[in-house]
């Protein structure tokens, strides 16, 4: 599969998750390199009270942090990429602040789809008897940790992770998000992100086997994530893509949601995340004249 949706997929989903709790980054660049993070991640002194089934990412993010999801098994060299990008931004902190206590320093997460065990043997890598299986912490010194998500438990604590993972992990995650109640506020939006996937991946060719089999998975969730359109109206859904794709929903793009309400709702998606907010201003800036 292309790493490029992934990428996109993996932060798009953790910033929707991590912004009631801090202040949420994609593409961070590390202060004076040509060097970016995923994911960074600043909690807030009162964060936002979220469900019970986020937990562990709460855990995750008490302190300030980086996260570089891979989709397949990192490499040694990945992980050392990861690590140096990791060392960077706790030296910037320190220059901003040499008092930060240790345990206040950045935290890098890896959250690998897998991770082979002579990989977690040369990166010194062991399970904590007070965190989850499938979670490894480096020496602490490093304050690096790899998240098997293959190996996470199947419980509610790991879903928003778990999504993350690829083949029978990520599949059962889809189906566990799908047998949520329609009441619950993430599994809306969560069916919406897994829904542009969906289509970023069939804009992609050619298609591989791996490409086949998760369509296949997100197609129920495309179906489900349809008919919560319908209901709620597509206007709403339409302001929530373009927020997903342009982080906010400014005077020029809300000026253009009645023309992309003429469209159906497969092609009016397609658009908003194939095409730049400069294309899609021209596009139907021009219908509209």
């Not at 345990?103 to 007070?130: E, T, Y």
């Not at 969906?198 to 296949?216: G, N």
């Amino acid at each position: 599969m292309t790493q490029i949706p992934f990428d996109q997929l993996a932060k798009e989903f953790l910033q929707e998750l991590l912004t009631p709790l801090g202040q949420v980054e994609r593409s961070f660049e590390v202060p004076g390199e040509p060097k970016f993070v995923d994911v960074w991640f600043q909690p807030t002194a009162s964060p936002t009270k979220l469900p019970t089934n986020l937990t562990l990412l709460e855990r995750i993010t008490s302190t300030p942090c980086s996260f570089e999801p891979f989709r397949n098994a990192p490499t040694r060299q990945e992980i050392r990429r990861c690590l140096l990008k990791l060392l960077w931004v706790q030296e910037y902190e320190l220059r901003k602040d040499n008092s930060i206590p240790e345990a206040q320093l950045p935290m890098l997460w890896i959250l690998a789809s897998s991770v082979s065990q002579p990989v977690l043997n040369d990166a010194k890598a062991d399970l904590r008897r007070d965190w989850l299986p499938g979670i490894y912490f480096c020496g602490n010194v490093f304050k690096t940790a790899i998240v098997a998500i293959n190996q996470l438990p199947k419980t509610a604590d790991t879903l928003w992770l778990r999504i993350l993972g690829r083949d029978a992990t990520q599949e059962q995650a889809i189906l566990e998000v799908l047998a949520l109640p329609t009441s619950n506020p993430q599994r809306s939006r969560i069916l919406q992100m897994l829904t542009s996937w969906k289509i970023r991946i069939e804009m992609t060719a050619p298609l591989d086997r791996e490409d086949e089999q998760l369509l296949m998975a997100l197609s129920q969730a495309y179906l489900d994530w349809e008919k919560a359109t319908e209901q709620r109206g597509k206007r709403e859904v339409v302001e929530a893509l373009l927020k997903t794709r342009f982080i906010e929903l400014d005077a020029a793009l809300a000026a253009i949601v009645p023309q992309i309400l003429t469209l159906p709702t497969e092609e009016y998606t397609s658009l908003i995340l194939q095409l730049s907010r400069e294309q899609l201003l021209a596009r139907f800036s021009a219908n509209d004249s």
